[in-house]
C-alpha cells in the first residue's frame, strides 16, 4: 500500500479517527477537514521536500564568516522554500486553539500529515522541534513568554532550538555545566539570567531562515556558594533567544489581554534588538541527515556582549530547579516523532524497492522438481523474470512491510493515545497517560531498530544499484541509523522500560496494556484463520510477564537491568505482534481485497518469522545472564 | 585481544600453522619466517593504509578527460603510494613458487596477513583483485599467458580485473551479452577474438597506478546463426589487456624455456603496444569503498580502435564455452576474502569502540537495589563512570568480539582447508574440497550480515558521536553493507546452501562437517564449564539435520528455497558456535589469563544470546513456510 492509503485504514477503518470530530475540542472537524489536512501536506512534501532529498545531502549546511565576525550557516535554497511551505500550510500551529491562529487538530491527524515529510526528506522535514519547543511554552511559560515566543514560533516567523546536550555529557543531564547567574529578577519576561556554557547536537541553532530562534537551554543555578548542584535537580530551563527583543514600548503589560488575543498567547508586537551573546562554534558532520544544521553553541562567551558584558540572556522558564520537568513534558510526543520519522524512512525504502523489484528483470525461476543431480536447476531458456518473482525477494519485502506498517500503527495508535490524555474522560485520559508511558520506549526504540534493518533490505533488492548514490535507497538506511541514539539512546530506552515503565504504580501501566492486547486476543480467538496467532500472542504475553517478574526477583536493579536491551527486543516483538492482530481484524472490514491479502500477510509474516525470536532474547532477562556484565575489563 | 594476539593464537593456539612447515612445499618456512611476513604487513598497513582510511573515502577517485578525448582516473597519492608498498612486499606472489619470485607461503599466513590490509583501509586494500586475476591465469592459462600476464601482475608491473557483471544482468551471468568474435585463431598469445559489450562493478578497471590493466572478461561466442546462446553454457574467458602487448620480437616462442623461468610463468620482455579498445564509460559512486575506483567498461565501442576497427582485443583463456568453470576455479577464495574484508571491518570498529569505552566517561552506575518508588536510581554524587562500566555497553562490546574473532576464526579455518586441499594427502584433500564446498557460503554470508551488525553497534557505543564523520565508525559501517551484496549476494549464498551444497555427493560436505562438530562436542564433554554448551551444540546440529531434510521432504526446490536465507542464518550460527567451543578449548592451553576470560567469555556469551535464535529461523524452513512466496504481487 503506498502511505496514503495506509494511513486512511490506520485512521478510518482502525482508529476511527471520526470519532474524534464527537469531542467539544474537534466539533468543527469532520473526516473532510482531516483529509484536506493530509491532502495538503501530501502535496507539499511531494512538491518541495522529495525532490530535493538527495540536494540537501549532498550540499550539507555550511558555515561562512558573517560580517559581524561571527560564523552564519548557508543551506540551499531548497531547504528555505520547504520551510516556508511548510510554515504556510498552518502545520505549525496544527494543534492550537483557533483562537490563536490554529487548527485544534487531533495530535493524531497532525502526526499522521506530519509522516508524508519525513517520508519524503526527514532532513528538511526538522520543523517539529519549533513545535515542541512552542509546545513546552505554553505548557510551562508565562503568558507574556508565550505571546511573545511561543506565538512567533507557531505563525512561522520564529524557529526553535531544544538544548540539552553538552559535549562532555550527551545522554548525562545530570552533567551538565552551563551556568546561569540571575541578573534581574523582574524582567517581565521572566527572570533575566546570565548563561555561560557550550550545548551539543543541537539542530537548526543557527540559520537565516526566520527572523529569530528561539533557544530553550538547560542550564544550572549555581548556590550560594557558587557551586553547582550534582544531578538533575539543579537543573533549569530558559529561554535565549538569538536576538533580544522588544515588546511594545519599554514596559509592556505581562498580563494576557482579554478580548485581543484569549488567554496570552496571541502574539505581541514586538520588535528584535541586539544580538544575544550565542554563537555558533562549529558544525556537526554526520552520517546522515546531513540536510538538518546540527551544531555545537557556545552560549555567554563573549562574542556578543549584552549591554557591554559577556553572558547569553536568558529568560527563566517555570520553577529554578524544574528545568528537566518542563522539558520532558513533551517527551512522549517527541519520542513519537523519532519512532514516526525510523517508520517513514523505512517505508521510502520499502516503496523504492517495491517499485524497483516490480520492473527490474533479473535471472529465472527455479524450476520446481529438483534436477537428478539434485542440484536446484534454472531454465536458462526462460525469459528473465521480474525480480519480484523471486521469493526471497518476496520475503525482503514482506519483512519491510510487516515492519513499517506495524510501526506505523503503532505509533498512530500512541498518537490517538495522546488525544485521550488531552480530550478523554479523566479515567480515560489517565489509562491513555499510563499506556503511554509504558509503550513510548517501544515507539521509539522498536522502529529505529528494525526500520533500519528494514531499509538495509531495501538495500539488499537493488543488489549492486541499491549500495550507490544513484539510488534513494543508501540514504534512507544513513538517515535512519541516527534513530537508536538521538533523543534517548536505545540504551536508556530499555532502562527506561525495564528500571521504570513497567514497574511505576505497582505495574498497573503493564497490567493495562495486557488487559488491551487480552482484548485482541479473545476477538481474533472467534476467527477461524487467527486462533492460532491468537494463542501465540497469548504465550508471549505470558513469557513478558514472567520475565518481567524474573528480571526482578533477586532486587537487584544492575542484575535486573543488564539485559534491558533484549528485554526491550522482545517487549516490542510483543507488542507489533499485538498490533498486527488488531490490523488484520480490523482489515476484514476493508473493502480492498488486495489490501486486506497484504495486511493479513503482513500479520502471518509477523507470527511466522518474527514473534518466535522472543524466545532467544527472553532466555538472558529470565536468567538475569550476567556474561557481559562480569567479564572482566582487560579481557575484551 | 588486539588483532596481531589473536591471529597469533588462531594461527599457532589452534590451527597449528607451524605443522604445515612439515610439508615439502612448505619446508623452508618456520614460525619465524611466517611472523615475519605478519610483521611486514603489519607495518604496512599501520604507515601506509590506516593513516589514510579516511582521506580516501572523501577524495574518490574522479574521471577527467585525458589528453587522447578518453577518461582517466585521478587517485589521491596515498592510494598510489599504498599500492606500491603493498606490491614491494612480494604479497602479490605470496603463494607462487619460488621459482617464479614467489614465497611458497600457506594461504592460511597469507589470508592471515592480508587482514592487517583490509582492517586499516578495506577500500585501498584491493589489490586481491590482481592476485586473484593471475592465479586464474597459473590454473587455465597457457605457458605464454602466464608468462606475459601473470608474472606481471605477480611482480607488481600490472594490475588486474575481472569483468563479469553487466549493467541489464548483476547476479545472473546467463543474461551475458558481451559478444567475442574469433579474429585469429593461431595468435601465440590465445586464439584472438574482439569483444564488443558492456561491464559493470568493474573494481579498478581504470587507472594509472600500473603500467598495463589485465581485464579477465566473461563474453559468449556467437553461434554460426550469429546469436548468443541462452544460459551459462556459451559463456567464454578473455585476456583483455588495456594495452595491447608486444612479446621479444614478432614471433616469440609460446612454450616455456626450461631453464630460465621453469614452467612458463617468469616475465618475458613485454613491449606495451598501442591502446586497446577498452574505454572507461563512468565511475560508480557508493555508500562505501570509496577509496575503490569502480568502473562502467565500454569494449569495442570504438574509442580505440585496434588495427582501424572497433573491437577489444582478447585473447581465449582455456576452452570456448569454459569462461565460468575457469572463473569460478577461484570463487572459494574470492568468497573468504569477502568474508574477511567483513570480519577486519568489524574488528576495525570493535577495536575503535573498546578504546572509547575505556576512555570516555558519561553517566553513573546504578545503584544496585531499586528505590522505594520501584524505579532503579543513579546516585548524581558519584563521579561519572567510563562507558565499558556499564552492562549494556559490555554487552555490546561482547557481541562484536564473539561476532568478530568467531568469525575471523572461521575464516581461517576455511583458508586451512585450502592449503589441505592443495597440498594434502589425497582423501584429506578430497575431504578439504567438500568441507570448503559447504562453508563458503556461510564464510562469506555470516561476517558480512553479522560484521555489518557489530560495526552497528561499534555505532551506538560512540553515541552521538558515533554518527559523525568525526569518527571512524560510521565508515567502517557503510564501507561493510557491500558484502552481502558483491561476489554473490546473500539470496545467492543461501541458495547455492541449501540448494546445492548440503546436497552434493549425497549429502557427503554436510556429513563431513557434522563429524568434525561431533569431534569437539566429544571434547567438550569432557570439560566441567562446556558440557551444557556441547549439549546445545548437538542438539543445534541435530536441528540442522532435520531442518535439511523437512526442507526437501517435498522434493519441490521453489518450496525448498523459498527460506533458504533464513536457513543460511541458522546454519551461520551454528557453525559459529562449533568454532566457539572448539576456540574456547584451545584457550584452556594460552598463557594469557585475560585472552583466555575473554576466548570463553566470547563463547558463553555466543551461547546464551546468540545460539537460541536458531530456533526460529529454522521454524519457517522446516515449514516450508509460504507466506512470501504466496503473497499476491498487488497485495504488497
Redesign the interface.
Known amino acids: 500500500m503506498i502511505l496514503r492509503d495506509t494511513l486512511d485504514f490506520l485512521l478510518y477503518d482502525w482508529l476511527d479517527a471520526s470519532a474524534l470530530t464527537a469531542r467539544p475540542r474537534f466539533a468543527e472537524h469532520s473526516r473532510d477537514t482531516f483529509d484536506a489536512v493530509l491532502d495538503t501536506c501530501e502535496r507539499i512534501a511531494r512538491e518541495k521536500y522529495a525532490p530535493f532529498n538527495r540536494l540537501v545531502d549532498t550540499e550539507e549546511p555550511r558555515a561562512e564568516p558573517a560580517a559581524d565576525g561571527s560564523l552564519r550557516v548557508v543551506l540551499p535554497r531548497a531547504t528555505h522554500e520547504a520551510r516556508a511551505a511548510y510554515a504556510e500550510s498552518g502545520m505549525l500551529a496544527a494543534a492550537q486553539d483557533y483562537e490563536h491562529g490554529g487548527m485544534q487538530l487531533p495530535y493524531l491527524v497532525e502526526a499522521a500529515a506530519n509522516a508524508f515529510f519525513s517520508k519524503a526528506s526527514v532532513s528538511i522535514g526538522s520543523s517539529l522541534l519549533t513545535v515542541g519547543n512552542a509546545n513546552l511554552l505554553m505548557a510551562h511559560g508565562t503568558p507574556l513568554q508565550q505571546r511573545v515566543f511561543a506565538a512567533n514560533e507557531f505563525n512561522g516567523r520564529w524557529a526553535g532550538t531544544m538544548c540539552l546536550?553538552e559535549p562532555q555529557?550527551?545522554?548525562?543531564l545530570?552533567?551538565v555545566a552551563t551556568r546561569a547567574v540571575l541578573e534581574d529578577g523582574s524582567d517581565p519576561l521572566g527572570a533575566r539570567y546570565r548563561l555561560k556554557g557550550n550545548k551539543?547536537?543541537i539542530s537548526s541553532g543557527e540559520h537565516e531562515m526566520t527572523e529569530n530562534i528561539v533557544h530553550l537551554v538547560l542550564a544550572k543555578i549555581p548556590g550560594p556558594d557558587g557551586k553547582l548542584a550534582?544531578?538533575?535537580k539543579g537543573i533549569s530551563l530558559f529561554i535565549v533567544p538569538k536576538f533580544l527583543v522588544d515588546v511594545a514600548g519599554p514596559h509592556p503589560d505581562p498580563l494576557p489581554q482579554a478580548g485581543e488575543g484569549g488567554d496570552g498567547s496571541a502574539p505581541l508586537r514586538v520588535t528584535l534588538g541586539p544580538r544575544n551573546d550565542v554563537a555558533l562554534a562549529g558544525l556537526?558532520?554526520?552520517?546522515?541527515w546531513r540536510g538538518t544544521i546540527n551544531t555545537l553553541l557556545n552560549f555567554g562567551e563573549g562574542k556578543f556582549p549584552v549591554d557591554g558584558q559577556a553572558g547569553a540572556v536568558g529568560y527563566l522558564v517555570g520553577q529554578p530547579g524544574d528545568g528537566l520537568r518542563c522539558m520532558f513534558h513533551m517527551m512522549n510526543e517527541a519520542r513519537i516523532a523519532v519512532g514516526m520519522a525510523a517508520v517513514t524512512l523505512g517505508l521510502a525504502g520499502y516503496e523504492a524497492s517495491?517499485d524497483y523489484a516490480?520492473t527490474r528483470t533479473?535471472?529465472?525461476?527455479?524450476?520446481?522438481?529438483?534436477s537428478a543431480?539434485?542440484?536446484?536447476?534454472?531454465d536458462?531458456?526462460q525469459p528473465?523474470v521480474r525480480l519480484?518473482e523471486?521469493?526471497?525477494?518476496?520475503?525482503m519485502?514482506?519483512a519491510q512491510?510487516a515492519t513499517c506498517e506495524g510501526a506505523l500503527a503503532l505509533l498512530l495508535y500512541c498518537a490517538r493515545l495522546v488525544d485521550e490524555q488531552h480530550t478523554g474522560t479523566p479515567e480515560a485520559a489517565d489509562e491513555a497517560r499510563l499506556l503511554l508511558e509504558v509503550l513510548t520506549p517501544i515507539a521509539k526504540s522498536w522502529p529505529s531498530e528494525n526500520a533500519?534493518e528494514a531499509n538495509?533490505l531495501a538495500?539488499?533488492i537493488h543488489?549492486?544499484?541499491?549500495?550507490?548514490?544513484?539510488f534513494p535507497v543508501?540514504q534512507y538506511?544513513?538517515d535512519n541509523?541516527?534513530n537508536?541514539?538521538?533523543e534517548g539512546?536505545?540504551?536508556i530506552q530499555?532502562?527506561d522500560l525495564l528500571?521504570?515503565k513497567v514497574?511505576?504504580e505497582?505495574g498497573r501501566g503493564l497490567t493495562l496494556l495486557a488487559a488491551r492486547m487480552q482484548a485482541t486476543i479473545e476477538k481474533a480467538q472467534a476467527h477461524e484463520g487467527m486462533h492460532h496467532d491468537a494463542a501465540a500472542l497469548a504465550a508471549a504475553l505470558e513469557r513478558i510477564g514472567q520475565v518481567t517478574h524474573a528480571a526482578?526477583a533477586g532486587?537487584?536493579?544492575?542484575?535486573?537491568?543488564?539485559?534491558?536491551?533484549?528485554y526491550m527486543q522482545a517487549f516490542g516483538h510483543v507488542v507489533i505482534a499485538w498490533i498486527w492482530l488488531e490490523l488484520a481484524l480490523a482489515a476484514i472490514a476493508t473493502k480492498s481485497e488486495?489490501?486486506r491479502?497484504?495486511l493479513v500477510?503482513a500479520k502471518?509474516?509477523f507470527y511466522?518469522?518474527?514473534l518466535?525470536?522472543i524466545?532467544?532474547w527472553l532466555?538472558?532477562v529470565e536468567?538475569r545472564?550476567t556474561?557481559?556484565?562480569a567479564?572482566?575489563?582487560?579481557?575484551?
Not at 543431480?373 to 534454472?378: D, I, N
Not at 532486587?555 to 533484549?566: F, I, M, Q, Y
Open positions: 546536550s555529557a550527551g545522554s548525562s545530570s552533567d551539543m547536537w550534582p544531578g538533575v556537526n558532520h554526520k552520517l546522515g517495491l516490480r533479473q535471472g529465472r525461476p527455479l524450476r520446481s522438481s529438483a543431480a539434485g542440484a536446484a536447476g534454472k536458462a531458456s528473465p519480484i523471486h521469493a526471497d525477494i518476496r520475503r519485502l514482506l512491510k533500519l538495509s538495500i539488499q543488489g549492486g544499484y541499491g549500495y550507490t548514490r544513484d543508501e538506511w544513513r541509523r541516527l537508536m541514539i538521538h539512546t536505545h540504551g530499555a532502562i528500571g521504570r514497574r511505576i505497582g526482578w532486587g537487584d536493579a544492575s542484575e535486573a537491568l543488564a539485559n534491558a536491551v533484549p488486495a489490501a491479502a497484504g500477510g502471518t509474516y511466522h518469522y518474527e518466535p525470536k524466545g532467544a532466555r538472558v536468567n545472564d556474561t557481559c556484565a567479564l572482566p575489563e582487560e579481557a575484551f
